[in-house]
């Protein structure tokens, strides 16, 4: 895995009317983040993070929060008793693009606190 260098990217807005990625692109870029991200359907990335508590799950969602307002990239969170689900695709474009493996490479970055 070779997530330094998209993690190192910022996610760039997106203005629409760009083709969402198939395939080998979706591939190349899915080899660069934490195996326990899924690519779904072509159409979004999926992790589940667990937890001790439902604080410390409470807790790194906030960090994800803070992260999407910086990356202006904000992604569908699940909160739950010990569990995060996080689901990462691009509105606009209703599909993959390179802003998702960025955020998905960042959050891979974050301090889980008493993750499990």
């Keep these: 895995m070779n997530s330094c ?4 990217k910022s996610c760039v807005p997106c203005q629409g009317g760009v ?10 870029l899915a ?10 359907d072509e159409h979004w990335l999926e992790r589940q993070f667990k937890f001790i508590n439902f ?13 999407a307002e910086v990356e202006k990239h ?14 990462i695709y691009t509105h606009k474009i209703n599909g993959l693009h390179e802003n998702d493996f960025i955020l998905a490479a960042k959050i891979d970055k974050l301090p889980l606190g008493n993750g499990i």
């Design 55 to 67: 604080v410390e799950a409470l807790k790194f969602v906030n960090k994800i929060g803070c992260l």
């Design 5 to 8: 260098k998209l993690a190192e």
């Design 31 to 40: 080899k660069k983040i934490s195996p326990e991200w899924k690519v779904v």
């Design 74 to 87: 904000h992604p569908d969170i699940q909160l739950s008793w010990g569990s995060v689900k996080v689901q």
């Design 19 to 28: 083709e969402p990625l198939k395939g080998e692109a979706i591939c190349l």
